[in-house]
């Protein structure tokens, strides 16, 4: 069975850092790409960054660019998504996904984790 | 403001069949395939229909999906109260490099 679980969410305030965590299980994670998805309450959804199976591309949605940072470690089957100078308009579920082929939509998804920034 | 446009909200009987559209772009729909997520208050989201028209294992062929040029539509036949979700639509964006989503349709159910 396939599983994806975040953990690191939480209350950050303006100006600080986060990092959320995704452990997956039931895949051969090395062989997919992975992104970060969020959907602030009560919104829609919203791709974040997205990371090649090697770690050796990355993209990012123009609003974290150069504050948000994607990174893997296949050998602990795990996805990061470092946050530095968070934003209010940062709060968010963040979901971790999986992409099945470069260039098609994720198909599973974890169950998510609240960031929330705030003073 | 989303990329990719849908109506905000739809709405049928039991028994009805409705259809949500979506509209993109040549850099998203009109390049690559037509996908749509299903999402319950409180849950992530779950895959409903990929590549235009195919269905994950599991979901009942009352919904289908279909693509025109830089549009698609997804159709839910014979509606259910357990129908009552959230749709998104969504697709592969070339000059992102990632995946754009619709604003979101929050189906009501009469």
């Known amino acids: 069975e396939v599983q994806l679980v975040e953990s690191g969410g939480g209350l950050v305030q303006p100006g600080g850092s986060q990092r959320l965590s995704c452990v997956v299980s039931?895949?051969?994670?090395?062989?997919?790409?992975m992104s970060w998805v969020r959907q602030a309450p009560g919104k829609g959804l919203e791709w974040v960054a997205n990371?090649?199976?090697?770690?050796?591309?990355?993209y990012y949605v123009d609003s974290v660019k150069g504050r948000f940072t994607i990174s893997r470690d296949n050998a602990k089957n795990s996805l990061y998504l470092q946050m530095n100078s968070l934003r209010a308009e940062d709060t968010a579920v963040y979901y971790c996904?999986?992409?099945?082929?470069?260039?098609?939509?994720?198909?599973?998804w974890g169950q998510g984790t609240l960031v929330t920034v705030s003073s | 403001q989303s990329v990719v446009t849908q109506p905000p909200s739809a709405s049928g009987t039991p028994g009805q069949r409705v259809t949500i559209s979506c509209s993109g772009s040549?850099?998203?729909?009109?390049?690559?395939?037509v996908n749509w997520y299903q999402q319950l208050p409180g849950t992530a989201p779950k895959l409903l229909i990929y590549?235009?028209?195919l269905r994950p294992s599991g979901v009942p062929d009352r919904f289908s999906g279909s693509k025109s040029g830089t549009s698609g539509s997804l159709a839910i036949s014979g509606l259910q109260s357990e129908d009552e979700a959230d749709y998104y639509c969504?697709?592969?964006?070339?000059?992102?490099?990632?995946?754009?989503f619709g604003g979101g349709t929050k189906l009501t159910v009469l």
């Open positions: 996904a999986r992409i099945p082929y470069y260039r098609e939509i994720p198909d599973y």
């Open positions: 039931g895949f051969t994670f090395s062989k997919y790409w």
């Open positions: 990371i090649k199976q090697d770690g050796s591309e990355k």
């Open positions: 040549n850099s998203n729909i009109a390049s690559n395939s």
């Open positions: 590549s235009n028209n």
């Open positions: 969504a697709a592969w964006d070339d000059s992102l490099n990632g995946p754009v």
